[in-house]
T-cell receptor, first 113, second 111 residues
Framework: GENVEQHPSTLSVQEGDSAVIKCTYSDSASNYFPWYKQELGKRPQLIIDIRSNVGEKKDQRIAVTLNKTAKHFSLHITETQPEDSAVYFCAAGATGGGNKLTFGTGTQLKVEL | NAGVTQTPKFQVLKTGQSMTLQCAQDMNHNSMYWYRQDPGMGLRLIYYSASEGTTDKGEVPNGYNVSRLNKREFSLRLESAAPSQTSVYFC??????????FGPGTRLTVT
């Protein structure tokens, strides 16, 4: 089955700096790569996703890049703000087969003032 | 439109007790999922239902059973709870291949 590795497990940045979280996946059939943000005590919520026919996608301060050849994808947050502090999860999945997702183990991002 | 709802929010069980976690969605989604979340381990899939009438095992199915009661409802049952099943349980749903919407979670403690 699919295996998703996520790094780093914790990340501390100063407000206004950029943050980068990286994930690798193992199954070449995976073609959907979402990123979820989870605030303390809350449910995970989708912040951005990318499909394998696209190399990069941007939404305001958030961007995701995908390298299919190397089987890795990354989340980039620019101009970080204290409200960006949360746990971020990457995931990978393939069309069909119940539309399952395999999640990474999460990155605790802390944005310090 | 409530989205995905779960009951109960919190539960404490003694080892060996049984319970059912309930999940419902009002978005007419086809696929539903049960995950468990443990510190440092992300979200792990327990069982899923690709469509009404079907269920399949995920990554960590041992000790659990599920029922897709209808298109809206997907329940998770612990027949004989064990301390290793202490976790936060999330239900999720999706209409097709794309965003999974999560419920608020159930925090379960087994003593």
């Amino acid at each position: 089955g699919e295996n998703v590795e996520q790094h780093p497990s914790t990340l501390s940045v100063q407000e206004g700096d950029s943050a980068v979280i990286k994930c690798t996946y193992s199954d070449s059939a995976s073609n959907y790569f979402p990123w979820y943000k989870q605030e303390l005590g809350k449910r995970p919520q989708l912040i951005i996703d990318i499909r394998s026919n696209v190399g990069e996608k941007k939404d305001q301060r958030i961007a995701v890049t995908l390298n299919k050849t190397a089987k890795h994808f990354s989340l980039h947050i620019t101009e970080t703000q204290p409200e960006d502090s949360a746990v971020y999860f990457c995931a990978a999945g393939a069309t069909g087969g119940g539309n399952k997702l395999t999640f990474g183990t999460g990155t605790q991002l802390k944005v310090e003032l | 439109n409530a989205g995905v709802t779960q009951t109960p929010k919190f539960q404490v069980l003694k080892t060996g007790q049984s319970m059912t976690l309930q999940c419902a969605q009002d978005m007419n989604h086809n696929s539903m999922y049960w995950y468990r979340q443990d510190p440092g381990m992300g979200l792990r899939l327990i069982y899923y239902s690709a469509s009404e009438g079907t269920t399949d095992k995920g990554e960590v199915p041992n000790g659990y059973n599920v029922s897709r009661l209808n298109k809206r409802e997907f329940s998770l049952r612990l027949e004989s709870a064990a301390p290793s099943q202490t976790s936060v349980y999330f239900c999720a749903s999706t209409v097709s291949y794309g965003e999974q919407y999560f419920g608020p979670g159930t925090r379960l403690t087994v003593t």
